[in-house]
């Protein structure tokens, strides 16, 4: 979400006549955008801001903003703690940012524009507080130009007890489903193979418009129809909302990714109560057994919290327990981090103690690697079909100008594939032979066209 805030606000400057440039010496405008989801991503905003106090001072006409959920969250705090900075932007003020540079340029000052608290006003109002930002794309700020993110909805109203999004991106709202049709026509107009949904509970998505009602399944079903879209994946879901509906159309629909991010976030009822998920471990393992049903070899991937409020030796074994049944492709692991403001902030104590925290973190990381491992050795000796994305790290170091460079790709599960290539492949998808695989990643060769015939295709 906040790689797509910075391509939407880029773009927004370029039409202002502004460049990006790597150098905040060269910089005119300085922007930081910013996460608040733990607490060590708000330590790096403030200590790469104050690494600008020198610069600040130095060259006082340039100016220096921060923008996304921090600047939602910490507000005037930012002054105190950074008083060089001249602009703070929620993520649902970002339109705003070409004015407010101009306003700091000509003024001087220190401007604030932020939403509404979730209880400071009507409902009405809040929502309207919070402005999706969706104007304008900037292919060259994407990750690739054939790879893009298209905002379904911003905003979250599940108020699990330990996170702070409910409150720094407002109440859930779906963007209409006419305008998200118009933009993916757009991103395939401008070189688009793969777009991938972004929403904080992306499946429980619906839109109303007097009598007419969109569900999520529904839009899946409208984007599959833009031309040039080769690829639809979307991020991140919510257990609960992982209706058969959904499932049926991931199903039906070619272009869509059998690949679910669906957080458990803990194994533990008790846990999963105190962090108010909104489902049991019954829930859960009901919902992986309807993906079985409807997409065998769907792949699923979860994040978990580890060392959340009260957690026991004996909650955390159960998590343990449910991962290794549920076999995820990967999971993302994160030690809890108290957020200011948050029902578990106010309401339950932090006890678990930091060591505890990351010996559970890495306990539960070499349970999971050791299943991804696994789960990608399925592959060995099967051709996947993958979409190239570039050249991969190792590449760029070590061979700067050869026509073979090791490339890297996607497969439509979202398993890394890293092969050797031409640099042409880029943006194609293409056959993938896999010799090995790493928990990580899948090595394979490029299937040539005589080796093609003999081969399989495999639906993943
Ligand atoms: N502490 C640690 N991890 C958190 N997440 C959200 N809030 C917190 C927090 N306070 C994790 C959840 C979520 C992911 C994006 O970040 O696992 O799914
Ligand atoms: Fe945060 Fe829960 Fe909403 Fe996800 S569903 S953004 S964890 S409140």
Known sequence: MNMLDSEMVVASLRGEGYGVTDSPEDADTILFNTCSIREQAENKTYSALGRMRQLKQDHPQKVIGVMGCMAQKDQGLIFKRAPFVDIVVGPGQLQQIPDLIRTAQSQGG???AVSL?????????????????????????????????????????????????PMTRGPEQGRPPQQIFEEAKILADQGAKEITLLGQTVNSYRFRDGETHTSFAELLHLLHEVDGIERIKFVTNYPKDMT?????????????????????????????????????VGDYREMMQRIHEHLPGAAISSDFIVGFCGETE????????????????????????????????????DDVPYPTKQRRNNELLAVQNQISLEDNQQFVGAPIEVLVEGRSKKSVKDNESGEIVQLTGRTHCDRIVVFQGNQRLVGQIIPIGIYEATAFTLLGTVVTSESRPQVVQLSL
Do not use: W
């Open 110 to 112: 220190q401007h604030t």
């Open 117 to 165: 608290g979730r209880t400071d006003g009507k409902v009405e109002q809040v929502k309207r507080s919070h402005e999706t930002f969706d104007p304008l794309r900037d292919p060259e700020m994407r990750p690739t130009p054939f790879q893009a993110f298209l905002r379904i909805q911003i905003g979250c109203d599940k108020f699990c007890t330990y996170c702070v999004v």
């Open 244 to 280: 058969v509906e959904v499932l049926q159309a991931v199903r039906d629909l070619p272009k869509v990714s059998p690949y679910l991010h669906v957080p458990l976030q803990s194994g533990s009822d008790s846990v999963l109560k105190r962090m108010k998920r909104g489902y049991t």
């Open 314 to 349: 004996e909650e955390f074994q159960e998590t343990i327990k449910l991962t290794k049944e549920c076999r995820f492709k990967n999971s993302f692991i994160f030690k809890y981090s108290e957020r200011t403001g948050t029902k578990s902030q106010k309401l339950m104590a």
